[in-house]
């Protein structure tokens, strides 16, 4: 829309108005004295009246997408999309001349808030993805971008699902199963032990020291001391480490083991390994995982195996 100024004749206001209203007659909004409205400007200034209003399009058009940002993550925030909103949101992008091409300039911005939202209170579930599908499709997501986050989807969506005792059972190669038992997770690892890595003397005297003569002193007393050992975990054997419903698995090329959940005392799991302590062994044991891609769904398997576990 082109616009042109002009001064009120009564009270000197500037005006700025659209050229639609030229030759028409208003009411000046400072002062409320009819106003006739001065005609076109001469055709030679239109280069710079059309900068001006390029410049004061492109403007407007920026504070047009800055709204319609602003609306559209507030709209996300929860990870959900609802239909009242889809309908506030296609009003907005009506009055605003926001287009399709103009909404996925940002689109990674907006499924990457989205994906956030869905996990903030929890792992993804089926109802939460459907969403975030739903959110995809209305803003026109490529499927470059929503592949960019399929990894971090899947694997949430995993982590709801054995968390809700929807473990899927795996045959490990080398191990025999008991009775009903089911197997739901190998991955290869370290089995580290404690051991004394250096032993050292620390000494001391005690009483009292007399000079016999320059450079020469006697002490009357005696020695005391005792043996230092120092400790470390070391890696003992290389192998697999197996989780069932029923116990912890390690099958190793110079130890192996396996422990019933019932004659665990202490467990630590960790992203990277696993510690625990049972009753029949002084010592704690403790597993390192070659690889800790996948310790946030061993930690949860192995909380949804103890807490299922009925000896």
């Not at 009270?11 to 009819?34: A, F, M």
Request: hydrophobic letters at 30%.
């Amino acid at each position: 829309m082109k616009y042109q100024e002009c001064e009120c004749s009564h009270c000197d206001q500037s005006l700025e108005y659209p050229v639609e209203l030229c030759g028409k007659t208003i009411d000046c909004p400072n002062c409320n004295q009819p106003l006739l409205m001065p005609d076109l400007a001469p055709e030679e200034s239109s280069f710079f009246g059309g900068l001006v209003d390029k410049f004061k399009d492109a403007r407007e058009n920026r504070e047009n997408h800055k709204k319609f940002k602003e609306y559209t993550f507030e709209a996300i925030a929860d990870g959900i999309l609802e239909d009242e909103e889809i309908d506030f949101l296609d009003q907005k992008r009506k009055e605003l001349l926001i287009d399709q091409d103009d909404v996925s300039k940002w689109g990674e911005k907006v499924f990457k808030a989205a994906v956030a939202a869905s996990k903030e209170h929890g792992p993804i579930s089926p109802d939460k993805e459907a969403e975030l599908g739903k959110i995809s499709r209305y803003f026109g997501i490529s499927l470059s971008v929503q592949s960019q986050y399929a990894e971090e989807i899947s694997r949430s969506r995993k982590i709801h699902d054995i968390q809700n005792g929807q473990l899927p059972p795996i045959m490990p190669s080398g191990i025999v199963l008991k009775k009903t038992e089911s197997a739901y997770w190998q991955v290869s690892a370290d089995l580290f032990e404690e051991r004394v890595v250096n032993k050292r003397y620390e000494g001391g005297s005690r009483g009292v020291s007399m000079r016999v003569m320059k450079g020469v002193s006697f002490r009357l007393g005696g020695h005391s001391g005792q043996m230092v050992s120092e400790k470390a975990h070391i890696p003992v054997s290389t192998g697999r480490f197996v989780i069932t419903d029923k116990r912890l698995i390690f099958s190793g090329d110079n130890k192996s083991f396996s422990v019933d959940y019932g004659k665990i005392i202490d467990i630590q799991p960790a992203i990277d390994g696993v510690r625990f302590s049972q009753s029949n062994i002084q010592k704690p044991r403790l597993i390192i995982y070659h690889s800790k891609n996948d310790g946030d769904l061993i930690c949860e398997i192995i909380s949804q195996c103890l807490s299922n576990y009925e000896g």
